[in-house]
């Protein structure tokens, strides 16, 4: 048997836990089900169901079906979409199983710390995909599914191995994520309200009117009027 988590590791990964889930939400049960049932992981009591046979299965058949879904553009942003309601209280809820068992209070601090890094993740997931399902081709978005595939895995081991190392981690993949969602929301912002005017029949505001576009032909006739003899 493992030694039991110290307040370091159980903190570092419920924070790895609700982020985690508002990426690959069923990655994360099949992963840390897997841990427990194959004693690489000393699970709290709270998450001792996630070791169950049946979780284990059904978590692994929707690990391959949001693999799938997630590679293909426009089906992906609606996969998004759905798992709105899912991911962030399934992130809130896996993150309290850390301390159910011992403190009801650190249970809530684990729920809200859980399910704002849940939400938070989910939001820059959503909006940078919905932004990259724009581009015509689909490398960028398979890229970026598969680098999604990979930060989870890797998260959850570094809470576990090296809590300080992940919170630093964490602190940057916070900021980035902000950003991403700052960046990503503007964009569909304009694209959304460019397709409503095109739709509505009104003017396309991403092509310049004609009065600016040939503003200048004015100075070009007086220039050659000079000129002529």
Do not use: C
């Given at each position: 048997?493992?030694?039991?988590?110290?307040?370091?590791?159980?903190?570092?990964?419920?924070?790895?836990?609700?982020?985690?889930?508002?990426?690959?939400?069923?990655?994360?049960?099949?992963?840390?089900?897997?841990?427990?049932?194959?004693?690489?992981?000393?699970?709290?009591?709270?998450?001792?169901?996630?070791t169950h046979p049946a979780v284990i299965a059904a978590s692994?058949?929707?690990?391959?079906?949001?693999?799938?879904?997630?590679?293909?553009?426009?089906?992906?942003?609606?996969?998004?979409?759905?798992?709105?309601?899912?991911?962030?209280?399934?992130?809130?809820?896996?993150?309290?199983?850390?301390?159910?068992?011992?403190?009801?209070?650190?249970?809530?601090?684990?729920?809200?710390?859980?399910?704002?890094?849940?939400?938070?993740?989910?939001?820059?997931?959503?909006?940078?995909?919905?932004?990259?399902?724009?581009?015509?081709?689909?490398?960028?978005?398979?890229?970026?599914?598969?680098?999604?595939?990979?930060?989870?895995?890797?998260?959850?081991?570094?809470?576990?191995?090296?809590?300080?190392?992940?919170?630093?981690?964490?602190?940057?993949?916070?900021?980035?994520?902000?950003?991403?969602?700052?960046?990503?929301?503007?964009?569909?912002?304009?694209?959304?309200?460019?397709?409503?005017?095109?739709?509505?029949?009104?003017?396309?505001?991403?092509?310049?009117?004609?009065?600016?576009?040939?503003?200048?032909?004015?100075?070009?006739?007086?220039?050659?009027?000079?000129?002529?003899?």
């Amino acid at each position: 048997m493992h030694p039991a988590l110290d307040l370091p590791q159980l903190l570092a990964l419920a924070a790895a836990i609700g982020w985690a889930s508002g990426v690959r939400l069923y990655l994360v049960v099949l992963l840390v089900g897997l841990a427990g049932r194959l004693d690489w992981l000393p699970l709290p009591a709270g998450l001792h169901l996630l070791t169950h046979p049946a979780v284990i299965a059904a978590s692994g058949f929707m690990v391959v079906v949001e693999f799938l879904a997630d590679k293909v553009p426009g089906v992906d942003s609606l996969w998004d979409a759905v798992h709105t309601v899912i991911r962030i209280p399934a992130g809130a809820a896996l993150a309290a199983g850390l301390f159910s068992a011992d403190s009801s209070a650190m249970a809530v601090v684990a729920a809200l710390l859980g399910g704002g890094l849940a939400a938070t993740a989910h939001a820059a997931k959503a909006t940078t995909r919905a932004a990259i399902n724009t581009s015509p081709e689909p490398f960028s978005n398979a890229g970026a599914s598969l680098a999604e595939d990979a930060m989870v895995p890797a998260g959850l081991w570094l809470s576990v191995a090296h809590p300080l190392v992940f919170a630093l981690a964490l602190v940057l993949v916070l900021a980035l994520s902000l950003w991403l969602i700052h960046k990503s929301w503007r964009f569909l912002r304009r694209l959304f309200t460019r397709m409503a005017r095109i739709f509505s029949g009104r003017p396309d505001p991403g092509v310049p009117p004609a009065s600016s576009s040939h503003g200048d032909i004015p100075h070009v006739q007086e220039n050659n009027d000079r000129q002529s003899p």
